[in-house]
């Protein structure tokens, strides 16, 4: 039973919210005023629903009255020519026919276009008129009068851009007054929907019908435009594909995100991309396809405009290629020793067989090595001793090497740490049966490069400026006691190096000063005549704007009566030891062995004999 009152009571709140508004205005202005308050009351309810029916029906009336006219204007468009081609002209013609027994009069007509339509031409009554405009993509044209069962047509010329298999959408409002004795207001609004199913940018690519499993095939994309106005920026993706491709056009053409983007295309031009992509590998001969697709480009909106897809064989290699490589690990100044192998492991011959080594980094020099000559037009090392022809089941190898700079300079590169040399074998020849010839390459591998590394070591007895640090006489004099700074700079490295260390053996009648200062780390270390320098990590210094390691300190000599008229030495033995932690190799350097000889000293320039 309370669950029932419970339920009753909440069913009745929403007409409470009704009949309380009421109920208390009853009772304010009827209530104990009038002789009959409730009938009162009752009758003016009543007389308020009617006047409210009253305004609604003529709401309605008006609203259907005036949708009743624009139901008897038939309006729409078509398109010529019938087939729509994104990029390429064409013109859609608007027609109207007034059915309805009215004047149409102020009659005008917005029209909204999609995205990126360019508009050429508005033609009405035979003559070109310009549109209004209205804030909007579109515009606004005046048709004045249109009399009962009148018809009349409008001729819009662009072109649209839009996807090949998609949908460009125009819109159009006619809006008009009519009635005699009342000036009404009547709109009719229509959409369009067209779909281009073809463009005016034409793709078309190139390559061999049969290529050799892992060739490194070259091909060709030309784009033409094949319509009357210039094309903004064309993006060609290349499609999903057995290929690994990659552009090989000139400065025209940028790559972006993984795609290459043309910047314009004149009406009627053609371009011509090459592009190189390398086959997969197999041991059976297959049938497999390529593809690229293209889109005209504006801003943020992208519109696809077809793709080429063709279908090649592929067909396994005749030639295989081994490559042995005897230096996994380059050092600055050596030298890259590579060995291959091959055999033809066909039914025919192979001719015209050269072999090649391809590698990408500023370290390998571009010259002439042991058992290889520079290439400069193909950017190779070429094997000089190596069959030129291979008859079926022959086999041999070749051998050669490619020096190693000891180091690169800033401007030769853009990267300044831990260098890699990427490199990877290959071979020409011929395929009678093909009547063509064929490429294939070993796969790339990175070979990382040891630390270049420039240790220098100087005295000074006064700075480059002339301002004197050293102490005591010059030329030294036998039994006193003269101060010299030494200097040890690190420079030119290219990877972290870790424990690194510098030693050096003072010579007799030499001992370290009280002086000393280092650019980073610790101090340096003096013990059993010689001087140490450590530190357990130290970042590359090649790169521009990177600090140079400085270790400064001050040495003592006292020369000896048999030093007079000697020149003396002041530090020998200078080493650096580390290890690279790109490579794990570990690092040698030695400094120069420096005397009281310092011609660049402008105090001690020629003061460097012993004197009594």
Same mark, same amino acid.
């Not at 006047?51 to 005036?66: D, E, T, V, Y």
């Not at 390429?88 to 990126?116: C, G, I, M, Q």
């Not at 360019?118 to 004045?144: C, F, K, M, N």
């Not at 463009?199 to 049969?210: E, G, K, P, Q, Y």
């Given at each position: ?19 309380? +508004? ?53 309006? $729409? ?45 508005? =033609? ?24 009962? /069962? ?55 690519? #190139? ?33 999903? %594909? ?24 004149? %009406?009627? !031009? ?23 697709? !293209? $889109?005209?480009?504006?801003?943020? $909106? ?101 020096? #190693? ?26 395929? +009678? ?17 040891? $630390? +270049? ?37 690190? %420079? ?11 030693? !050096? ?12 200062? #280092? ?42 009566? /048999? ?10 033995? =200078?080493?650096?030891?580390?290890? /690279? ?23 001690? %320039? ?7």
């Amino acid at each position: 039973m309370h669950l029932r009152r419970k339920t009753l009571h909440m069913a009745g709140h929403p007409g409470r919210f009704i009949v309380e +508004p009421l109920r208390r205005h009853y009772r304010a202005r009827y209530h104990k005023r009038h002789d009959y308050p409730r009938l009162i009351f009752t009758l003016d309810i009543l007389l308020v629903g009617v006047l409210a029916g009253f305004a609604i029906a003529l709401a309605a009336f008006l609203f259907f009255n005036r949708n009743a006219i624009a139901r008897q204007i038939d309006f $729409s468009a078509t398109v010529a020519p019938t087939i729509v081609s994104s990029g390429a002209p064409s013109t859609l013609v608007f027609t109207w026919h007034n059915t309805s027994t009215e004047k149409l009069r102020d009659v005008v007509l917005d029209l909204s276009y999609p995205d990126h339509f360019l508009l050429q031409e508005i =033609v009405y009554l035979d003559e070109h008129v310009e549109s209004l405009p209205t804030g909007q993509a579109g515009g606004r044209i005046v048709l004045g009068v249109i009399p009962p /069962d009148g018809m009349g047509s409008l001729k819009v010329r662009g072109v649209m851009f839009g996807n090949v298999g998609g949908t460009q959408t125009f819109g159009s409002t006619l809006e008009f007054r009519y009635g005699n004795k009342r000036n009404r207001q009547g709109v009719k609004e229509t959409t369009h929907t067209f779909e281009p199913t073809a463009s005016a940018l034409a793709i078309d690519a #190139v390559i061999a019908d049969t290529l050799i499993s892992e060739q490194l095939a070259r091909g060709t994309i030309r784009l033409t435009n094949t319509g009357p106005i210039d094309f903004g920026a064309i993006t060609i993706i290349p499609a999903e %594909s057995v290929f690994d491709f990659s552009i090989v056009s000139g400065n025209s053409v940028r790559l972006e995100n993984g795609s290459w983007i043309i910047p314009q295309l004149p %009406s009627g !031009a053609s371009v011509d991309l090459a592009f190189d992509g390398r086959t997969p590998k197999t041991e059976k001969e297959i049938e497999t396809d390529w593809s690229f697709s !293209a $889109s005209f480009t504006f801003d943020e $909106s992208v519109y696809f405009q077809g793709k080429t897809v063709q279908t090649f064989t592929l067909i396994p290699s005749p030639l295989v290629l081994e490559d042995i490589i005897d230096t996994p690990i380059l050092t600055p100044g050596g030298t890259l020793s590579v060995s291959g192998n091959f055999r033809n492991i066909s039914d025919e011959p192979l001719s015209n067989l050269v072999f090649f080594l391809e590698g990408d980094s500023p370290f390998l020099a571009r010259r002439d090595g042991k058992g290889s000559v520079y290439d400069t037009r193909e950017h190779r090392w070429e094997a000089v001793q190596a069959e030129d022809a291979l008859d079926p089941g022959e086999e041999g190898s070749f051998r050669f090497d490619v020096p #190693v700079r000891t180091s690169v300079s800033q401007s030769a590169t853009s990267q300044y740490e831990n260098f890699s040399a990427r490199i990877n074998l290959g071979a020409e020849f011929k395929l +009678p049966s093909i009547d063509a010839g064929a490429s294939v390459r070993t796969a790339p591998v990175a070979l990382p490069i040891t $630390s +270049p590394i420039r240790v220098s070591s100087f005295g000074r007895y006064s700075t480059l400026q002339g301002d004197q640090i050293g102490r005591g006489s010059l030329p030294p004099v036998v039994g006193e006691e003269t101060k010299y700074w030494i200097f040890w700079n690190i %420079s030119g490295t290219t990877n972290t190096l870790k424990n690194v260390e510098i030693t !050096a053996v003072f010579p007799p009648n030499v001992r370290a000063g009280d002086k000393q200062s #280092v650019s980073t780390g610790r101090m340096a270390q003096f013990d059993n005549g010689m001087v140490s320098w450590t530190i357990d990590e130290l970042p590359p210094t090649f790169a521009p704007g990177s600090k140079t390691v400085g270790i400064a300190f001050e040495v003592a000599v006292v020369p000896s009566a /048999d030093q007079a008229g000697q020149m003396l030495a002041l530090l020998d033995h =200078v080493r650096l030891t580390a290890v /690279d932690a790109f490579t794990g190799e570990l690092i040698q350097a030695y400094g120069a062995r420096i005397t009281t000889d310092l011609p660049n000293d402008a105090m001690a %320039s020629g003061l460097d004999r012993v004197i009594n």
